[in-house]
Nanobody
Framework: QVQLVESGGGLVQAGGSLRLSCAAS????????MAWFRQAPGKEREFVAG???????PYSDSVKGRFTISRDNTENKVYLQMNSLEVEDTAVYYC?????????????????WGQGTQVTVSS
């Protein structure tokens, strides 16, 4: 069993930055495929960034060049550094973990989810 707890969300003006954290317990993150998803009101949950076991770090086109995912194996945490935030980035952000040996960007492939953290970007 894996428990994930996100933190770091909040209200920020457009152009600002936030760093989200995802603390894991129950399993070492380096043995899992990790990802950040987000869900805005009335929209489907969408993939934002991944941290694969292989070391790959894919990003959605909408955040590429602005967001950076990283992992701290010592603290067993995954981070999402979000820069140049836009109003369209407003959403609840979720950390997710997959035990599958293959990496996926679809939310249905993920076994464990955090409770989510709200990110609101004002104009």
């Amino acid at each position: 069993q894996v428990q994930l707890v996100e933190s770091g969300g909040g209200l920020v003006q457009a152009g600002g930055s936030l760093r989200l954290s995802c603390a894991a317990s129950g399993r070492t993150l380096s043995t899992l495929n990790m990802a950040w998803f987000r869900q805005a009101p009335g929209k489907e949950r969408e993939f934002v960034a991944g941290m694969w076991r292989s070391g790959g770090t894919p990003y959605s086109d909408s955040v590429k060049g602005r967001f950076t995912i990283s992992r701290d194996n010592t603290e067993n945490k995954v981070y999402l550094q979000m820069n140049s935030l836009e109003v369209e980035d407003t959403a609840v952000y979720y950390c997710a973990a997959s035990t599958s040996p293959a990496a996926f960007t679809g939310p249905a492939r993920y076994d464990y989810w955090g409770q989510g953290t709200q990110v609101t970007v004002s104009s």
